[in-house]
């Protein structure tokens, strides 16, 4: 590999860090960009078919709410297509014409979502409500595929595929072998169903901080109940699919699942760490589980786990303990979620009611922040994971970054951009819900109000 | 070594991307412009209000293009991309700071009115209005000056900052509000405002006399900084470049007659903004960047090339039937900004008093069955508005 020959003369920290805090930050609002339209249709579809003006008082204020977290992701996103550039230029001249073909197709599908968010957005007073509700279903539609492409590129970089090199030029490309590359539908649908929770266990988050307040009108338990449904749907999913994926790891990216579980010789009987901190190859303040590792990766005691001794110092990801803590954060937050969601279905099997007590409702309350935690712990561990490497295997990091010199200058503007997007992103719906509340408190239940139609027919468990 | 067919056919997509940009992106940075120069927080509400009904359903769709162009370049042209990316990287990290800031302005503005404030974020989605289309305009008269190395070792403060560069990009701020407001006073007259008309007739004639005299000085320096772009917008792209001159020259013509057709208004602006993009591109055949890199030597292997065929047909087929409902909505004003919340309440309780109208659900589009209903709208649009022209003058 010549390119492992390469002297360090640019510092690829700043564009690093540049890189992950925009993913970092973009990811967020992703994530509502591909579920949130699904979590307002289901409050819309509740208020058309059953006639029920509390659902369609939270699905209309759930997509102004949109609104806010689309225009923030619309920019942030265009922060990333532009950094892809600025920050990268050895990777996109060099391979731009394999990991393009996604990104044009995720192009596409943006394209269906902002014309179509557009739509669902202002067309609230003018479409009948059944074409308004249908003109939402792009939205989820694209933001699935758009998800599945971007992820295609990202996962490209980790099982390169589909393209020839002779002479280190890019001589020929297959882009459906670029788009449907191993890690594809591994990474894509981890993501997906991350969307899910990340987007249902905030939405419901607010409800449950509502309901923990005592307004427990049938308002707030639907503002609840709707979105964690479709988180708590996924938390089970994404438990078994993280499952698949460590698995997938181990035999694609042995030196990444190596740091994630502190695998330093390759082995059988691998044991499972978890916690502890890597100071000098020593697991200090951790507790191991014989064999576990092995079990986990092959089913049995005896399965040989690659090692990171597999490969010289130098290929190895750094910072073993920040990938192995963040793994076990994800996994540990995730089991977290999915055990709140067995919680509330367990409940609802037996009862047929929403199980409003404050010791679920309290820990429900932060799931939106766990989920995000989760998430930002999976992509660092993705991501680092990775490193030395921006394509595993093929191109350093240090050799794609650009010579431009201003990079610690747009970092620290990026940073400073990135504060003011999230005060946006959180400020301004905190600023919309206390304005509804102190429009008319009372209205949000909606059987109080004089002009609705009598809360008899609405039915339903959570009606009173 | 000529360039292949494949690799003319994707610049040529390129070029059709770059000017729906210029001029649907254009626009909406124009409108923005308006709302900068509409003084007064009294005197400029009227025209602030339309601008603020015109852009807000679509500015995201039109934002895409540019994502398109990115992708585009990277996937057929990786080389010149990596060299534009380093050599320019301080005028593209300005206006892509230009395009936060303007999301941050929409996202305040246009969800939380009634904060204090709203002043300070219209002022910043006016002010980045201005400073991006600044420095996009930079980055082509850089790229056509030739002062783009294939190779650049780093950022090039000379490229973007020599007399045509910044020319270009003060051309680029003029077209912008001049497509704008040409485009507002249809917006204004589909709304029945006839102050609102005269105001941005008035200012469509003054940007539009501005973009000449600077597309002239433009052209002007040309001759001497970017010898190759010139002798091809004098050669071969004479024709378009005349055709440009011309739409710019009729748009005018039909502003002072007071002729304000919807569609021939359109059609001239549009004609003028993408006749103007496609004689640059073709001006700098066979370069990508002129005289470094040739087509042929920068672009994608044509498996690559062929797949961004794959993806503008794809583009076709979805995309533009979506985009002709979203304006064909917002063009009959079916799409409502900014509800208020007691708005939100009623609406909420009216459609729950008549539940589930019996009307038949449309299917989600990319059906085949939704593009034929999107046909038959834009069919009937096209029939109704020639025969109701007379009465709604």
């Known amino acids: ?59 209309r204020r759930w997509s102004k709410v949109m609104a806010v977290l689309v225009a923030v992701g619309a920019v942030s996103g265009t922060v990333l297509s532009y950094e892809m550039g600025l920050l990268w230029p050895g990777l996109m001249g060099r391979f731009g014409a394999a990991i393009g073909f996604p990104f044009s197709m995720e192009g596409i599908f943006f394209f269906l979502e902002a014309i179509f968010v557009g739509v669902y957005l202002y067309g609230w007073r003018r479409l009948s409500p059944w074409a308004h509700w249908w003109s939402g279903m792009p939205i989820v539609v694209a933001g699935v595929l758009g998800a599945l492409s971007v992820i295609a590129a990202n996962s490209w970089m980790n099982s390169p595929a589909g393209y020839t090199l002779s002479h280190g030029k890019l001589t020929s490309v297959d882009p459906v072998a670029v788009f449907f590359n191993a890690s594809t539908p591994y990474e894509t649908a981890h993501m997906v169903l991350a969307a899910y929770m990340v987007t249902g266990f905030i939405v419901a988050g607010v409800y449950a901080v509502g309901l923990l307040r005592g307004r427990r009108d049938r308002y707030h338990r639907l503002g609840f109940a709707i979105p964690f449904t479709l988180g708590g749907i996924a938390a ?38 978890v916690g502890g901190v890597l100071i000098n190859g020593h697991v200090y303040l951790g507790a191991a589980i014989p064999a576990f590792d092995s079990i986990l990766v092959g089913f049995s005691p005896h399965t040989r786990v690659i090692g990171w ?80 490497w921006i394509v ?73 | 070594m000529n360039p292949s067919p494949q690799a003319v056919a994707v610049a040529a997509i390129l070029f059709v991307v770059i000017a729906a940009y210029a001029l649907f992106g254009g626009a909406d940075f124009g409108g ?71 999301g941050v302005g929409f996202a305040f503005r246009h969800t939380a009115q009634r904060l204090r404030m709203q002043q300070l974020t219209g002022a910043l989605f006016a002010v980045s209005s201005l400073i991006t289309p600044f420095f996009m305009g930079t980055v082509v008269g850089a790229v056509a000056t030739g002062k783009v190395p294939a190779h650049p070792t780093g950022s090039v403060l000379a490229a973007w900052t020599s007399p045509t560069a910044i020319l270009t990009g003060f051309l680029f701020v003029a077209a912008c509000a001049y497509v704008s407001a040409a485009f507002l006073v249809l917006e204004a007259r589909d709304r029945g405002h006839r102050e609102l008309m005269r105001y941005f007739s008035l200012r469509a004639t003054a940007a539009g006399i501005l973009t000449g005299a600077l597309a002239g000085g433009t052209f002007a320096e040309l001759a001497a900084s970017a010898p190759h772009v010139f002798a091809g917008l004098t050669g071969i792209a004479l024709p378009l470049v005349a055709v440009s001159v011309a739409a710019g020259i009729a748009v005018l013509a039909m502003l002072w007659l007071r002729w304000y057709h ?83 309440r009623m609406a909420a309780h009216l459609e729950q008093a008549n539940p589930g109208h019996p009307a038949a659900a449309p299917p989600p589009a990319g059906t085949p069955v939704t593009r034929a209903l999107v046909l038959i709208l834009l069919a009937i649009k096209a029939i109704r508005d020639l025969f109701s022209r007379p009465d709604r003058r």
């Open chain 1, 236 to 273: 089970p999913l994404q438990v078994m699919m993280g499952d698949i994926l460590a698995r997938f790891i181990a035999h694609n990216q042995p030196t990444k699942f190596a740091a994630m579980e502190y695998v330093s010789r390759t082995t059988r009987d691998a044991p499972e760490w």
């Open chain 1, 309 to 388: 001794d597999s490969v010289p110092p130098a290929q190895r990801p750094p910072l073993a303990t920040l990938i192995h803590l963040s793994f076990d954060l994800m996994v540990g937050l995730g089991f977290f979620l999915f055990a709140l969601a067995a919680w509330q279905g367990w409940w609802w099997l037996f009862h047929r009611r929403l199980l409003v007590t404050p010791w679920f409702l309290a820990p429900a309350a932060v799931g939106g922040v766990a989920a995000v935690a989760a998430m930002e712990a999976g992509w660092v561990v993705t991501e680092v994971g990775r490193q030395p």
């Open chain 2, 32 to 102: 923005g412009i308006w709302d900068l120069l509409a003084g007064s927080a009294k005197r400029g509400s009227a025209p602030r209000g339309l601008i603020e009904e015109a852009i807000t359903p679509v500015w995201e769709a039109n934002h895409v293009w540019l994502i398109f162009i990115l992708v585009l370049l990277w996937t057929a042209f990786p080389p010149a991309f990596a060299a534009i990316m380093t050599a320019l990287f301080v005028p593209l990290s300005l206006s892509l700071l230009g395009i936060v800031l303007r």
């Open chain 1, 1 to 59: 590999m010549g390119a492992m020959a390469h002297v360090l003369a640019v510092d690829p920290v700043p564009a690093r860090s540049q890189m992950g805090s925009s993913l970092g930050f973009h990811i967020i609002l992703a994530c509502f960009g591909i579920a949130f339209a699904a979590v307002t249709m289901t409050a819309e579809w509740i208020g058309i078919r059953r006639g029920d003006a509390a659902a369609l008082l939270l699905a």
């Open chain 2, 262 to 344: 919807a569609l021939a208004l359109r059609a001239t602006a549009a004609i003028a903004v993408a006749t103007v993009v496609w004689g640059w591109g073709l001006a700098q055949y066979p370069y990508l960047l002129p005289t470094s890199l040739s087509l042929a030597a920068g672009s994608a292997p044509t498996a690559a090339l062929v797949a961004e065929f794959v993806v503008a047909g794809l583009a076709v087929l979805l995309v533009a039937p979506g985009f002709a409902l979203l304006y064909f909505l917002q063009q009959r004003r079916m799409l409502t900004a900014a509800e208020t919340d007691a708005d939100l």
């Open chain 1, 392 to 464: 595993y295997h093929v191109l350093l990091v240090s050799d794609a970054v650009t010579p431009a010199s201003g990079v610690p200058v747009t970092l620290g503007v990026i940073l400073i951009l990135y504060a003011i997007l999230t005060v946006v992103a959180i400020g301004v719906p905190m600023v919309m819900s206390r304005r509804w509340r102190q429009g008319a408190p009372a209205e949000e239940e909606a059987e109080q109000v004089p002009y609705g139609p009598s809360p008899a027919g609405t039915g339903g468990p959570e009606a009173r």
